[in-house]
Each structure stands twice: as structure tokens, then as C-alpha cells.
């Protein structure tokens, strides 16, 4: 019992002991936790608001292309103008007025309607014209019945007279024996009766000519007022005006209104409508005249149509225009540029906006850096920070928008700021001994290593 009694004892005052020690345990367990997560957010929290400042960019090797975007409109590169009754003009018709009209868009095959133009002014032309007809048929029939009863008058006249030269000759035969007085008087007679004779089939010969000259003068106003009468007849059938060839009706501007229903043509520039040749467009676009010495003829362009925007097009710049222009609301010089498109969509329409990518300039299996990475400094040394700590000059190449080449000076995989580092201010640029003697260039033969400021600062870039 003794024994039993002591081991309590000795358990009860043992307790206390232990208890007291695992309080001490805990205590300093989270006081060591406290310290490591402190530790622990003050480094993370200083290296975040590093990587804040601190922006890197890669240096990339690959393609490399200059590009000029612009928006532009696309045209049919071929169409046919459709015309209306410019035989009109001959009739001294000079404008015309368009009854009726298909909607522009509209899809036509060869020889369906496209317009009705007013045929009230010609109708009546037509009408005096034909009054003029009958009246010239008139006096054709008339002239006719005269001249055949002149002439008729003229022949029986002849032959009278002929009678006269058998009936003188006779009575000379017959008076022989008479006194030399009579026979003498009888030859005068004959002789007269010959004269006579003769003066009457002169007269007949131009009296037929006379005669002739008249029917040929009626005849002649004659065909020419069945003729224009005809020609009118004609005309008046092109007043209804159809489709030459398949396409779709385009209006077009006249005296700076579209020709629709109701508008006048002049009859010397009688073109109602367009149709273009849908198989082969181009866009016509402008270059700001910054850009346009990078454009030329045969560049390939990347197109795209807002109508569409999963389709991409290929194209090629046709035509660059030699002189300027200036567009409406806008103070910049723009250039004219063709742009025909490679391939044939029916959906493609007249006057949808494309947009263009004129590629200029394309460069494979270079270096090169964002713009924001370059730096100068005495405006003729370029140079970029290194995340090595190194203020490296670089001999910068061609330029487009986003980025610029870099010929020497990085290699690929390099990290370069896109900002001045803190540790960066002081350090001394290391240069490239390719480039000295040629930063301050007097020599204008010699083309100037192009300048790019840092980032956050105005930007200007030459030509590459």
C-alpha cells in the first residue's frame, strides 16, 4: 500500500512539469512563424515591386517585315458603261429625264431592263417629222403629175411641128412651075418650119432636164424625211435601255449626284449606269506621303474586308501615283495606290472597305528588339541595357512600327529593358569598335545609323 501511495504522489506532482513545458514549445513555434512570414512577405513584396519596374523583352531572330497599313475601297478593275440614246442629240434633244430604274446592286443578265428614259420630247419631234413626210410625198406626187404632163405638152409639140416640115416641103414639091417668087417664099417656109422644128425639140431636151432636176431635189427631201423618221422610230426603242453583258448595276455620279429616277443625262454624256466586271477586283487606297517612298509597284499587300472579317485576300500594288492630293477634312499630302486583288470572290462587292497591308520590306533570319528597348545618347550612339547589367551599343537596321533590326552588337536570347533600369544611369556604354570613327557622320554619302529614343520619350525613326 505504501508503494502504491508514493507512485501517485510521484505521477500527481509529475503533470505540472510537462504541461508547463509544452506551453513553452508552442510559444516559440509561433513566435519562429511570425519571424519566417514576415521574412517571407517583406522578400516577396520587394521582388514584386522590382519586377513592377523592371520591364524585359527577348531579343527575337526571325522574320522581319516593314508594313504600311491603310484602309480602301474596292472597285471592279474592268466595267461597262451603259449608255442611253446618244442618237438622241441628232434630234436636238439635249437632256434626258430617267422614268423608271433598277435598284443599284441589282444583278442583271445580258438584255434585261435597266432604265426607261421620257420619250414626250422626241414623240413629238417624231410627230412634225412625220407631218414633214407627208407633205414632201405630196409635193412629190405632185411634181411628178407635172412634169409628165410639160413633157407631154412638149412632145405633141414636136410632132406638130414636124407635121408642118412634111406639109411645106409638100406645097415647095407641088409649086415647080410657079413664078420664082412663089418657089423662093415656099423654101423660106421649109426652112422656117425646120427651125421651128428643131427649137421644139430643144425645148423638150431641156425642159426634160429642168423636169428631172425637180423630181431629183423632191425625191432627195423625200428619203431624207423617211429617213429621219425611221432613225427616230429607231431611237425611240433605245429609250428603253437593257444590259449589254451580265454584271451589276452601279450608278454613277453626274454633276456630283448619283443617276437614279427622276435625274437628268446630258445627251452628250448619255452613261445611265456601270456594270462591273465582278471576277477581277482592286482596291484603291491612300499612302500618306510620309510612307509613299517605301511603295512600289509589284509589293505584296494583305487584304482583309470589314464586311468579312474571317476572309483574308492576297493582292499586289498595281499602280503608284506620281503627284499628290490632297483628301477632304484632312491637312496630309496622300498618294493614290492600286491594289488588285489576287483572288475571285462573288461575294465581293463595289465600294466595300478593305483594309490593306502593303508589306515593303521583308527581312528573314534577323535580330530584333521592341523600339522601346533603344536608347541614344549624344545623338549618334544607340544603345540598350542588358540584364546582365551591361550598357550595350548596337548598329540599329531597319524600322517598322513595333520593332527595329538589329545588326550588331545582341545575340539571340538576350534580355534587354524596355526602360532605364535604376542601376543603369551611371554606367559607361560599351562600345563597338565597327562604329568608330562613324557616329558623327560628315560624309552625306554615307547613310546615318537611324536613332531611337528610350522608352516613355518621342520617338523619331529615319528612313532604314
Not at 501511495?5 to 503533470?15: A, P, R, Y
Not at 444583278?107 to 414633214?132: A, H, P, Q, W, Y
Not at 425637180?214 to 422610230?233: F, G, P, S, T
Amino acid at each position: 500500500m505504501l508503494i502504491g501511495k508514493d507512485l501517485i504522489d510521484e505521477k500527481v506532482t509529475f503533470e505540472p512539469v510537462n504541461n508547463r513545458k509544452m506551453k513553452k514549445n508552442l510559444i516559440y513555434v509561433a513566435i519562429g512563424s511570425v519571424i519566417v512570414i514576415g521574412a517571407l512577405y517583406y522578400f516577396f513584396a520587394s521582388g514584386s515591386a522590382g519586377v513592377e519596374n523592371d520591364i524585359l523583352a527577348t531579343v527575337r531572330k526571325g522574320e522581319f517585315r516593314v508594313e504600311i497599313t491603310t484602309s480602301g475601297e474596292l472597285e471592279a478593275l474592268r466595267s461597262v458603261q451603259v449608255f442611253g440614246p446618244a442618237e438622241a442629240r441628232r434630234f436636238r434633244i439635249g437632256n434626258f429625264t430617267i422614268d423608271k430604274m433598277v435598284d443599284e446592286g441589282t444583278v442583271v443578265k445580258k438584255g434585261d431592263f435597266i432604265c426607261s428614259i421620257d420619250k414626250t420630247e422626241l414623240f413629238g419631234r417624231l410627230e412634225d417629222r412625220r407631218l414633214d413626210l407627208e407633205q414632201t410625198r405630196a409635193q412629190y406626187e405632185q411634181i411628178q403629175l407635172d412634169t409628165s404632163l410639160n413633157l407631154r405638152v412638149e412632145r405633141d409639140n414636136i410632132l406638130n411641128q414636124e407635121y408642118i416640115v412634111q406639109e411645106q416641103e409638100l406645097i415647095l414639091e407641088q409649086s415647080q412651075f410657079e413664078p420664082p417668087a412663089i418657089i423662093k417664099q415656099n423654101e423660106y417656109n421649109v426652112e422656117k418650119a425646120k427651125r421651128e422644128l428643131d427649137q421644139a425639140r430643144e425645148r423638150y431636151r431641156i425642159k426634160s432636164l429642168q423636169e428631172k432636176a425637180r423630181m431629183m431635189e423632191i425625191a432627195a427631201k423625200l428619203r431624207e424625211d423617211e429617213l429621219e423618221v425611221n432613225q427616230m422610230v429607231e431611237v425611240l426603242d433605245k429609250f428603253v435601255v437593257t444590259a449589254p453583258q451580265d454584271g451589276m448595276v452601279i450608278y454613277v455620279d453626274y454633276r456630283g449626284s448619283k443617276v437614279k429616277e427622276g435625274s437628268q443625262i446630258s445627251s452628250w454624256n448619255p452613261v445611265v449606269a456601270t456594270l462591273p466586271d465582278l471576277t477581277t477586283m482592286q482596291s484603291i487606297t491612300y499612302v500618306n506621303e510620309v510612307d509613299i517612298r517605301r511603295v512600289k509597284v509589284g509589293q505584296k499587300v494583305e487584304l482583309g474586308m470589314d464586311a468579312f472579317p474571317d476572309k483574308k485576300y492576297t493582292g499586289e500594288v498595281t499602280k503608284v501615283a506620281n503627284v499628290g492630293q490632297q483628301r477632304p477634312n484632312s491637312d496630309a499630302k496622300v498618294f493614290e495606290v492600286m491594289v488588285i486583288v489576287n483572288e475571285s470572290d462573288p461575294m465581293l462587292r463595289p465600294s466595300m472597305t478593305s483594309s490593306n497591308t502593303i508589306i515593303a520590306d521583308q527581312l528573314n533570319e534577323v535580330l530584333y528588339v521592341p523600339l522601346e528597348a533603344v536608347n541614344v545618347e549624344n545623338d549618334s550612339i544607340n544603345y540598350v541595357y542588358l540584364r546582365n547589367g551591361v550598357k550595350q551599343e548596337v548598329l540599329l537596321g531597319m524600322t517598322n512600327a513595333n520593332d527595329v533590326v538589329i545588326e550588331k552588337g545582341l545575340n539571340d536570347g538576350d534580355y534587354v529593358y524596355l526602360n532605364t533600369p535604376n542601376w543603369g544611369s551611371n554606367l559607361t556604354v560599351n562600345l563597338l569598335e565597327e562604329l568608330n570613327g562613324k557616329r558623327n557622320l560628315d560624309n552625306k554619302d554615307e547613310e546615318p545609323v537611324a536613332e531611337v529614343p528610350s522608352f516613355g520619350q518621342r520617338r523619331s525613326t529615319p528612313a532604314p
